[in-house]
């Protein structure tokens, strides 16, 4: 009985799983394998058989006949056994088929090879990747070891006394400011609450422009000075900004805090003040420097001051609401979330000015 082989050829592309670009293409003959195992379904039906008739033939005294069948099962058995020792011999028709076989070691042993036809595909598909696959290895553990390692931070020795401090001002924020400039949201229209964005930030020129001299930022002091002109005059005591609109003068990022960063003076720790919020010793003495140079501090009366720094706090509120809340309430330690914020967005200053 003849059993109609068919020869598949199938292509398997091997996606390198560790990201590299290139991919295997490899071609699998299957006609071996359905031979031998053709093979082996003959030899088992026959070898049933076979045993059969020789029980039988003994049984009734068929000496001859039962000498045939002993003879013609040891032939099959020799066979079989000569077809399955061949399958592991170096020489094999899959060597000149397979191109990924061409730069193996014929020396290595049956376990190694890719020769073991009698191994599923897909193990030995597993064998010709490079390396193996491990989705818990090093690639992203060495790099996020390195990440934490080298994520700075900011000392916090007085931590007790600012997380006293975070919640009365946390509480001040919920209870009184969000309040507030909510309520005066609804009544200024945004254009009206920039332009007063604006007005504050012209009045604050004085402070950027001696900072931007004590940087040495010969350029940025030349801006701020046209700005301050042009937005003074044109732009109607800086409630419009036609110094960035038409000239293209862009406000610069300057305050005592960054100036004392450039001078290579640490923040030393964090400190959370009551009303004013997350600080440092540095950005203390920069707050206390940028309020000498500011010349409303000066020239204007204590109430004045008070009114006009109320109102500058409310209105930016009214313009940045959402923004502290989408902080510290996904956070898990609301305090950690605002100090390391802080920290970073000092650093940033620092780095990118």
């Known amino acids: ?32 394998q359905q031979f031998m195992l053709v093979c082996h379904v003959h030899f088992s039906i026959f070898s049933i058989i076979s045993s059969h008739l020789l029980t039988e033939c003994i049984t009734e005294g068929k000496v001859k006949n039962s000498s045939i069948v002993l003879v013609s099962f040891i032939a099959l058995l020799s066979f079989s056994t000569h077809n399955e020792a061949s399958d592991h011999t170096p020489a094999s028709p899959l060597d000149s088929r397979n191109p990924a076989l061409k730069h193996m070691d014929h020396d290595q042993s049956s376990e190694e090879s890719l020769l073991d036809r009698n191994a599923h595909p897909l193990a030995q598909l597993a064998d010709e990747t490079e390396e193996a696959f491990d989705p818990f290895e090093d690639e ?15 000392n916090d020795p007085l931590q007790p006394f600012n997380r006293a401090m975070f919640t009365f001002n946390d509480k001040l924020y919920y209870w009184a400011l969000k309040p507030v400039a909510r309520g005066y949201r609804f009544v200024v229209p945004k254009r009206a609450r920039i332009s007063v964005r604006k007005f504050f930030s012209n009045l604050a020129t004085p402070v950027r422009f001696v900072n931007c001299l004590l940087q040495g930022r010969t350029k940025g002091v030349g801006i701020e000075t046209a700005r301050f002109v042009v937005n003074t005059t044109v732009g109607i005591a800086g409630f419009f900004d036609p110094a960035y609109s038409l000239c293209k003068l862009e406000k610069q ?32 003495l920069g707050f206390i420097g940028d309020t000498v140079f500011d010349p409303v501090w000066w020239l204007a009366p204590l109430g004045v001051k008070i009114g006009l720094t109320l109102h500058e706090e409310v209105n930016e509120t009214s313009l940045t609401i959402g923004d502290y809340e989408g902080l510290t309430q996904p956070a898990l330690d609301p305090y ?15 780095e990118f000015r």
Request: glycine content about 6%; proline content about 2%.
């Open 1 to 32: 009985m003849a059993f109609p082989l068919r020869k598949k050829r199938l292509t398997v592309r091997v996606n390198n799983l560790l990201g590299k670009k290139d991919c295997k293409k490899t071609k699998i003959n299957w006609h071996s």
């Open 140 to 154: 992203w553990d060495e790099e996020g070891e390195d990440f934490f390692e080298e994520t700075e931070t900011i």
């Open 253 to 284: 990022e300057a305050d005592f805090d960054q100036t004392l960063g450039i001078y290579k003076m640490q923040q030393v720790c964090y400190i959370n003040w009551p009303l004013l919020g997350a600080s440092s010793v540095r950005g203390t």
């Open 336 to 350: 950690l979330a605002l100090r390391n914020a802080y920290f970073q967005n000092r650093q940033s200053k620092l």
